[in-house]
């Protein structure tokens, strides 16, 4: 079964080839149903439900009006044209435009608040209005591009460059040890965390390293460990501003395990029962990462490998 984490299951059907068609992208912006969802600042627009909160859907023509070119088309869903228009600028539009409409809430808190669909259909908007922000001009030669395919596409006319949205690869891997009187897991802690947080290793892939290498090259500088084995586990969008986390189980050679003081002030083993304690919240010391981080769902996995 396919491990789904929070910011994936998007239903929309992204239309990646209609959409450089600009009859048809204009034929979708007339469409009797198209709708739109509201962000400010990377903030979802939601309101409460009586199963709790889900996101406001406007018509795309009463969200034009509210907030005119800022404005984004995520995809089809079942059929009807949807897009995502964002408010700007420090002042919530709860107080002016929207007032009445609903309240906008922190991507993080829409992760848990929100069903999944609407969770991932919000950080797709999200990562499109992030790197629209930082693509406003030409890295070619420095001139003003223009939006192009709904929101896909930036196009600068001056020298013809065409830019597209990237996503950020980052391996995120539970370092495991199987030597020893039991199996063991490490789990490491940044200093600008809150008090106990540890977390699964993490970082950027570079340039020319495969999953497996960048894995390795990780733990080894972050925790002085050398990986002998790469097991997949699953993979979630992070719109934070556009990366993509691929979670991996690593195991290691052997347990002298040091913190490398520049990325992590701390590491520390686990057995498979205090990993639950970690999870439950009952361990003294240790506190886990949110439940919607692919961290959680990791150290998850390996704590309960086995059961039912």
């Known amino acids: 079964m396919v491990s789904q984490n ?11 080839d209609l959409r ?60 009807a044209p949807v897009y995502a228009v964002e408010f700007e600028g420090s002042i919530d539009p709860t107080h002016g435009p929207v007032a009445g409409l609903g309240r906008f809430i922190e991507m993080r808190e829409a992760a848990v608040a929100l069903p999944a669909t609407e969770a991932a259909m919000s950080g797709e908007a999200k990562g499109l209005f992030d790197w629209r922000r930082r693509h406003g001009f030409c890295s070619a030669c420095g001139k003003a591009t223009e939006q192009a395919s709904g929101g896909w596409r930036r196009v600068c006319k001056a ?4 830019h597209f949205p990237r996503v950020d690869p980052v391996t995120i891997m539970l370092p495991v040890y199987n030597g020893g009187d039991e199996p063991r897991c490490l789990l490491g802690r940044q200093p600008q965390w809150p008090a106990g947080r540890h977390s699964a290793l993490a970082g950027f892939m570079e340039p020319g390293e495969s999953v497996e ?16 084995g790469v097991t997949y586990h699953s993979s979630q969008p992070w719109p934070f501003p556009a990366q993509l986390m691929i979670g991996l189980i690593a195991e290691v050679a052997d347990d002298n395990a040091r913190p490398d003081q520049t990325e992590l002030e701390a590491v520390i083993w686990l057995t498979r029962a205090e990993a639950r304690a970690v999870l439950e919240g009952t361990h003294p010391e240790i506190f886990a990462p949110p439940p919607y981080a692919i961290a ?9 490998a086995g059961e039912a």
């Open 159 to 162: 020298c013809g460059t065409e």
């Open 296 to 304: 959680n769902r990791l150290i998850t996995a390996w704590a309960y």
């Open 213 to 228: 290498e960048a894995c390795a090259r990780e733990v080894k500088e972050e925790a002085g460990l050398t990986v002998t």
């Open 20 to 79: 450089n068609d600009q009859a048809w992208m204009a034929a979708q912006r007339e469409h009797a149903d198209a709708m739109a969802m509201v962000m400010w600042e990377g903030r979802p627009l939601v309101e409460p439900h009586q199963d709790g909160e889900r996101l406001v859907w406007l018509s795309l023509a009463h969200a034009l009006d509210l907030v005119r070119d800022r404005d984004l088309f995520l995809g089809l869903w079942k059929d």
């Open 6 to 16: 929070a910011f994936s299951g998007n239903p929309l059907d992204r239309a990646g």
